[in-house]
Structures are given as structure tokens and as C-alpha cells.
């Protein structure tokens, strides 16, 4: 709406000046050109906020679907491990399977845990040769696991860098926003002191 009104006001000025036959300024000497650069910055701003915006949805995206995959190889390492090694240390070591909901740190622990049992498990000469190291469905190792939760680790923080870079992307962009919205109004009591009622562009200031 301010873009829209910013656009108004610039083309009123501009008409303003040729009918006066001379530039006229604001407040501080602020001029025609000044307020193009200032509506220049504030459409600047509007769109990195949209673009961070995009990124923070993106990465969001990235970071549920890496935690709906890994929440499933979990369901899939914890069966195994009933499955073969029930009555061993490395069964009663796995963590509980945290909630999809849970935030970043308590989801990244309980992984954490399932990847030293699984690599533990995979060095225990004690058991079978034959059943390890621990695979699961298509062949997945704890490697792929360990890999996948670097990747879950990464999308975090890619995540919170978006997040930061909006919040930053959204200060910046309120400085011209509400420097621009005080320079309306000067402009406005500006055409009115200017300009005699009568005046057509009277009847049009912004």
C-alpha cells in the first residue's frame, strides 16, 4: 500500500516542480531523487524479506523430511535389534524413539545414541559374524545413519541462519518504511503551502 502511495506522492512532486518552475525539498533538504532512492532501498528490502522468507520454507521442508526418514530407520534399527540381538547390552541401550514433534537438540540426542549403539553393536566380536555389522531395509548401514544425521544437523543450521537473515532483512527495511511514511506527510503540508486551493494539483496532493 505504501508503494502504491510512494508512487502517488513522486509523481505529484514531479508535477508540483513543473508547475512551480523550480525543485522544492523537505525537511533537511530532502529532495525528489532522495525519496526514489529511499522507495529503491524499501522495495530492495520487501524482496529479501521474501526471498529469506522462501529459504527459511525450504529448509524447513529439507529438515522434516530428513526427520521423518531417519524417525523410520530408527523404528527399522530398533526392530532389528529385537529382531537379533534382544538379550544383549546393545537392545537395552537404545534410546527411547523421540517425538516428530520434538525440538532440535532432544531429536538430534536420541539419534545421536542410536548411532554409538549401532556402531558398538558392529564392533562386538562377541556376536555372530554373520549378522554384522547390523544392516537394515535396502542395505542401510550405520553409516548411512551417522551421514544422514549430519545432513539433519546441517539443515539446523541453515535453518536458523535463514531465520536470522529474515529478522535482520525485516529491521532493515523498517528504517526506510517509516522514514518514507514522514516524508508523505511533509510532502503533503510542502503542496499545500505551495499551491493556492484553487490550484488543480490542489486537489490531488496525496
Do not use: C
Amino acid at each position: 500500500m505504501l508503494k502504491i502511495q510512494m508512487k502517488v506522492v513522486l509523481d505529484h512532486w514531479n508535477r508540483l516542480e513543473t508547475e512551480l518552475g523550480q525543485a522544492v525539498s523537505l525537511e533537511g533538504g530532502y529532495t525528489r531523487d532522495q525519496m526514489v532512492d529511499d522507495l529503491a532501498a524499501l522495495e530492495d528490502g520487501v524482496t529479501g524479506v521474501t526471498v529469506g522468507v522462501s529459504e527459511q520454507e525450504r529448509q524447513a521442508q529439507v529438515r522434516d523430511a530428513l526427520k521423518t526418514k531417519l524417525l523410520t530407520r530408527f523404528d527399522q534399527a530398533k526392530n532389528k535389534l529385537k529382531a537379533q540381538f534382544r538379550s544383549t547390552r546393545h537392545a537395552a541401550a537404545v534410546p527411547r524413539k523421540p517425538d516428530a514433534t520434538l525440538g532440535q537438540d532432544k531429536t538430534l540426542a536420541a539419534l545421536e545414541d542410536l548411532v554409538e549403539v549401532w556402531k558398538t553393536l558392529n564392533t562386538d566380536t562377541s556376536l555372530p559374524t554373520n549378522q554384522r555389522p547390523m544392516t537394515i531395509a535396502r542395505g542401510y548401514t550405520q553409516a548411512d545413519f551417522a551421514a544422514d544425521i549430519a545432513a539433519l544437523k546441517a539443515t539446523y543450521v541453515a535453518l536458523g541462519t535463514a531465520a536470522r537473515e529474515t529478522k535482520q532483512r525485516r529491521a532493515t527495511r523498517s528504517t526506510p518504511l517509516s522514514g518514507l511514511a514522514k516524508r508523505v506527510t511533509q510532502y503533503r503540508a510542502l503542496a499545500k503551502s505551495e499551491l493556492e486551493p484553487t490550484d488543480a494539483l490542489y486537489a490531488t496532493i496525496p
